[in-house]
């Protein structure tokens, strides 16, 4: 069983940064991919960013890549988001989840998520 909790959100300019953080809870965290995914009202979940468990490689939509940086320190249990170059449509919750096997750009192959965190980027 893993817990997760995210931090970092709030209010911030465009142009502006905000770093999101996961913790988690468990002993295998080391063993699971992480994941961040983001919500906007009227859409659907998608995919953010992800990292494998030894943090070897990393993944980025699109429409965030050169923008975001995924990281994890596995000592600490927590994965962080670092978002910069903030964009109105960047608004959304994000959510951490973890995956015990191949990380995927798809929510439902997802195993466990956290509550999430409200990001909002002001024009």
């Known amino acids: 069983q893993v817990q997760l909790v995210e931090s970092g959100g709030g209010l911030v300019q465009a142009g502006g940064s905000l770093r999101l953080s996961c913790a988690a809870s468990?002993?295998?965290?080391?063993?699971?991919?992480m994941g961040w995914f983001r919500q906007a009202p009227g859409k659907e979940r998608e995919f953010v960013s992800a990292i494998t468990y030894n943090a070897v490689n990393t993944y980025y939509a699109d429409s965030v890549k050169g923008r975001f940086t995924i990281s994890r320190d596995n000592a600490k249990k927590t994965v962080y988001l670092q978002m910069n170059y903030l964009k109105p449509e960047d608004t959304a919750v994000y959510y951490c989840a973890a995956v015990n096997g191949v990380v995927t750009t798809e929510p439902k192959f997802w195993k466990y998520w956290g509550q999430g965190t409200q990001v909002t980027v002001s024009s």
């Open positions: 468990g002993r295998t965290f080391s063993s699971y991919g």
